[in-house]
């Protein structure tokens, strides 16, 4: 009998053993979502969700968090326990403006370990049909005549709208009227009615009103021309050099995730990104599919939130 318990005991570490050498991922991952579902957001995280569910043969679950302009949804994904069974899949402001706006935020950029960038969107300038300001030239002159006194609608201040508008007025050294709004349809409500004479939005949420001729474009804030509004110039050709506010998506993990994790997640993310299927489904939605590894998303987030620093602080926007 002596010889009993040492054989259960090896038995059992034996019996153990396979459930710590599992593959990851080996049950399901969350993937937490900070916006409410149904909009564009949600659906690319959906999309991504999905495709990776589809090639990992495990269940990849969206959870909505959305509130207090991400930053509810992302404090819960960097509380997480950094074992790649949760991800947070989000935009550009949660990592390149909220941390800037909110200094009691309870999450920061380096909160998380960066796996890559999934897709990119570009903004526009608008105005209303009948405007006189057809052009960037335009916008400026006017605001120089009349300082302070040429408005602009956003979804709210530290929005990326705001920061758009206040980094373009500080690179042509005029300034602009904020009127902030509670999101994007009273904003392009307002300007239709005149109420303002400039919005700032992303080309998803424009192209409809533009293309019915109910606004007007005046540049597009890119390096190329939007998919969705070809005939667009952009500010730089326009005279305001790497003037470039990409609303892309990304997808991060809480800090410290296990390095093989990591790189599993960033190949498979990579190859989701670029299946043909995929990037046709972001097209749709207004996107291109725009591939960016960990290392290039967290030094491009680490650029954006410097250079969105000196546009909060000039124009003051805490």
């Given amino acids: 009998m002596r ?11 034996c019996a153990f053993q396979p459930s710590f050498a599992q593959p990851y991922p080996a049950r399901p991952v969350t993937v937490v979502v900070p916006v409410p579902a ?8 959906r999309l991504i969700a999905a495709q990776l569910q589809e090639r990992l043969h495990q269940p ?20 997480a326990r950094a074992d790649g069974y949760t991800l947070l899949v989000t935009g550009a402001p949660t990592f390149t403006i909220n941390p800037l706006i909110y200094p009691n935020a309870r999450y920061s950029a380096a909160s998380f370990d960066y796996l890559g960038i999934v897709a990119a ?11 006189p300001l057809k052009t960037v030239a335009d916008v400026v002159a006017a605001a120089r005549k009349e300082p302070g006194g040429l408005s602009y609608g956003s979804f709210g201040s530290g929005s990326m709208p705001n920061i758009i508008a206040e980094s373009f007025a500080l690179k042509t050294g005029i300034t602009l009227l904020h009127v902030p709004f509670q999101g994007s349809a009273p904003s392009l ?11 700032v939005d992303s ?16 540049a597009v804030a890119s390096r190329q021309h939007a998919a969705l509004l070809p005939q667009v110039p952009t500010f730089i050709e326009q005279g ?49 599919a725009s591939w960016q590894d960990g290392a290039a998303f967290q030094r491009r987030a680490s650029a954006e939130m410097a250079q969105n620093a000196t546009v909060v602080e000039k124009a003051k926007l805490k």
Wanted: charged residues 15%; hydrophobic residues 50%.
């Fill in 3 to 13: 010889y009993l318990f040492p054989a259960i005991a090896v038995a059992g570490i």
């Fill in 38 to 45: 149904g909009g564009t957001g949600d659906t690319i995280a």
């Fill in 189 to 199: 409500t307002a300007l239709m009615g005149k109420q303002t004479a400039l919005a």
């Fill in 60 to 79: 990849f679950v969206v959870d909505n968090r959305p509130g207090a302009n991400t930053t509810i949804g992302a404090t819960f994904a960097a509380r």
């Fill in 203 to 218: 080309v998803v949420a424009a192209a409809p009103f533009i293309q019915s001729g109910a606004l007007v474009p005046i």
């Fill in 121 to 131: 969107m570009p903004m526009v300038m608008l105005t209303y049909p009948g405007s």
């Fill in 240 to 288: 305001v050099p790497d003037f470039v506010f990409d609303n892309w998506v990304g997808v991060v993990a809480p800090k410290g995730l296990p390095a093989d994790v990591s790189a599993r997640l960033e190949a498979e993310l990579k190859a989701v990104v670029q299946a043909p299927e995929v990037q046709k489904k972001l097209g749709a939605l207004g996107f291109s």
